[in-house]
């Protein structure tokens, strides 16, 4: 059975089928083969990185409680709050590129598309710069605000446009009934359009967490001790950067492979709840009499 269309595209046909097979299994032997010759390049004799004496400080506890894990700790908090303040920020920004004020709208829009443009690493090294010489921030602070500031500022402006395209995307009757019992346009934006765009767009919001978590590793180019910082650390007391940089890999893998998930599920839990709220109920009347039944005609 052929895979149904797309808005975009049409259902391949069987030729077409045989191809994007061939074309997959040629792409996986490609990447095996480039893995392979990189596996035997490190495992050579002259580069010695799959030693044990290369992977041994992983088994020491200090390897772990003075880098790995102080590492992931600045990693996962500075992702979170980064992304508390950007959903926050985010949505308030994307009602005011929908307002009716032409100013509101005018500012939010200039803000967004400016900071959309803006490379995130650049707006890293000025907010870690800016709190350096400006506010006085130093240490880790200083670093913390550098990496959380530059975060917000590009992912703030990213969550605006979800929110503008997700309340964009809704029929015109929700806003049109809204304002046909009497609400203003706010009202409506506020009561009626925002909770379905925000419940749409729910699962790219978290997986937006997943971007935010991996651009935590631009924070090396300010010596912030994030996970990347402590496995490049690692490497330099140790002579093992190519193991440590693996198993910061490791890690990154597995916590965006779980968010991945999460976003998945939640997906699937809103298609289950909006196919149930579908459902027409079915209501009885309390009092009302049982159905006479209903004889068969005679033949």
């Keep these: 059975m052929s895979a149904a269309p797309t808005v975009l595209f049409d259902a391949p046909g069987p030729k077409a089928r045989v191809r994007h097979r061939?074309?997959?299994v040629a792409g996986l032997l490609l990447v095996a083969g480039v893995l392979a010759v990189i596996v035997v390049a490190l495992a050579n004799p002259a580069n010695n990185q799959f030693s044990p004496e290369k992977w041994y400080p992983f088994l020491l506890r200090s390897t772990w409680t003075e880098y790995l894990i102080p590492g992931l700790l600045f990693t996962l908090g500075s992702a979170v709050t980064a992304v508390v303040l950007s959903i926050i920020a985010g949505i308030l920004l994307g009602l005011g590129r929908l307002a009716p004020n032409i100013v509101v709208r005018a500012v939010c829009s200039v803000f967004v598309e400016f900071f959309r443009a803006v490379p995130v690493l650049m707006m890293m090294l000025f907010a870690y710069f800016f709190g350096l010489y400006v506010l006085g921030l130093t240490g880790y602070i200083g670093l913390f605000f550098g990496v959380v500031t530059g975060l917000f500022f590009y992912n703030s402006s990213v969550i605006a446009e979800l929110v503008r395209s997700g309340v964009g995307s809704l029929p015109r009757g929700q806003r049109e009934a809204g304002l046909a019992i009497g609400m203003t346009e706010m009202q409506t934006?506020?009561?009626?359009?925002?909770?379905?765009?925000?419940?749409?767009?729910?699962?790219?919001?978290?997986?937006?967490?997943?971007?935010?978590?991996?651009?935590?590793?631009?924070?090396?180019?300010?010596t912030a001790s994030d996970?990347?910082?402590?496995?490049?650390?690692?490497?330099?007391?140790?002579?093992?950067?190519?193991?440590?940089?693996?198993?910061?890999?490791?890690?990154?893998?597995?916590?965006?492979?779980?968010?991945?998930?999460?976003?998945?599920?939640?997906?699937?839990?809103?298609?289950?709840?909006?196919?149930?709220?579908?459902?027409?109920?079915?209501?009885?009347?309390?009092?009302?009499?049982?159905?006479?039944?209903v004889a068969a005609s005679p033949r």
Excluded: C, H
């Excluded at 925002?194 to 651009?215: C, E, W």
């Excluded at 109920?281 to 039944?293: L, R, S």
């Design 189 to 222: 934006l506020f009561t009626v359009q925002l909770p379905q765009a925000i419940t749409a767009m729910l699962p790219s919001i978290v997986s937006q967490l997943v971007v935010i978590l991996k651009d935590t590793a631009l924070g090396t180019w300010i």
């Design 227 to 293: 996970l990347l910082q402590a496995a490049s650390n690692i490497g330099s007391a140790y002579a093992n950067t190519i193991p440590a940089l693996l198993v910061a890999a490791v890690i990154y893998i597995v916590i965006n492979y779980l968010l991945t998930r999460v976003a998945g599920w939640l997906e699937q839990r809103l298609k289950r709840s909006g196919r149930m709220s579908r459902r027409k109920p079915e209501v009885a009347v309390i009092g009302a009499p049982d159905p006479a039944p």
């Design 22 to 24: 061939i074309i997959g």
